[in-house]
């Protein structure tokens, strides 16, 4: 996507969400709510943990919806997200004629769903379901990859310097378990233990108790015995 459009997009969301506290009203604060619950989700459950880190498979109409829902977060497609990148997967997105579809249109998607909002609710539906909803959920995003490596506890002997922090695992339904996910990266579980609230786990959990969710990766207990960081844990 050109970069003219991407920051005219960031600057739109950013001076909509500023106009949060005067277009207030409980609807669309629910709403905004709803969305980010959605969209977040996407993010997690399709962009990172499906398509950048191939966790689990799903059918090809659940991925391409999962992923349709991520677009509207306004992080870029799949095909430019940075664990993508990273796991170059990529190519593999690429050759898919979906993603290409996705890439190239990515912010009509959000100016469609803008359109929509405002047909439905006026400014306060636009202002708190696009502007606050997106702004919230990159700063969450963003917080992962900072205060992830700043601020919580370390389970894992994994050489960096990612943490789990709950707040976080709370807020990005699940990601914030960043110790773990660093130390078992193929996981489709990222809050290993039963009260590490992990939401998008569960979401995956009960697409593959209904035969959705396939080829779901978890750690192994020698993976787990390899990556602990003191002898108490493998003894639990
Ligand atoms: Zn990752
Ligand atoms: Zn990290």
Same mark, same amino acid.
């Given at each position: ?15 909509? %969400?500023?106009? /949060?506290?005067?277009?207030?009203? *409980? ?5 905004? $709510?709803? &969305?980010?619950?959605? +969209? ?78 405002? %047909?439905?609710? /006026?400014?306060?539906?636009?202002? *708190? ?5 997106? $702004?919230? &959920?990159?700063?969450? +995003? ?95």
């Amino acid at each position: 996507m050109e970069a003219s459009t991407t920051k005219f997009l960031f600057l739109a969301t950013h001076c909509l %969400a500023l106009l /949060g506290p005067f277009y207030f009203n *409980w609807s669309a604060f629910w709403l905004a $709510v709803a &969305l980010y619950f959605v +969209t977040c989700a996407s993010i997690t459950l399709s962009f990172h943990r499906n398509l950048a880190h191939r966790s689990f498979k799903l059918p090809r109409w659940l991925e391409y919806s999962f992923a349709y829902c991520g677009v509207l977060s306004l992080q870029g497609s799949p095909i430019e997200w940075p664990d993508a990148l990273e796991f170059k997967n990529v190519g593999d997105l690429k050759k898919q004629w979906y993603y290409r579809f996705l890439h190239y249109t990515y912010p009509c998607h959000s100016v469609a769903l803008g359109i929509l909002l405002y %047909a439905g609710g /006026g400014l306060p539906f636009l202002v *708190w379901g696009m502007g606050v909803r997106t $702004v919230f &959920l990159l700063q969450i +995003t963003f917080s992962i990859n900072s205060i992830c490596h700043i601020w919580g506890k370390q389970v894992w002997n994994t050489g960096d310097l990612s943490r789990n922090n709950w707040l976080l695992g709370l807020l990005a339904l699940g990601e914030g378990w960043h110790n773990n996910h660093h130390a078992f990266e193929y996981s489709a579980r990222q809050g290993l233990e039963w009260w590490e609230i992990d939401t998008t786990w569960y979401i995956i959990r009960f697409l593959e108790a209904i035969g959705l969710a396939t080829d779901v990766k978890l750690p192994t207990e020698a993976h787990k015995k390899r990556k602990a960081l003191c002898k108490n844990r493998t003894m639990e």
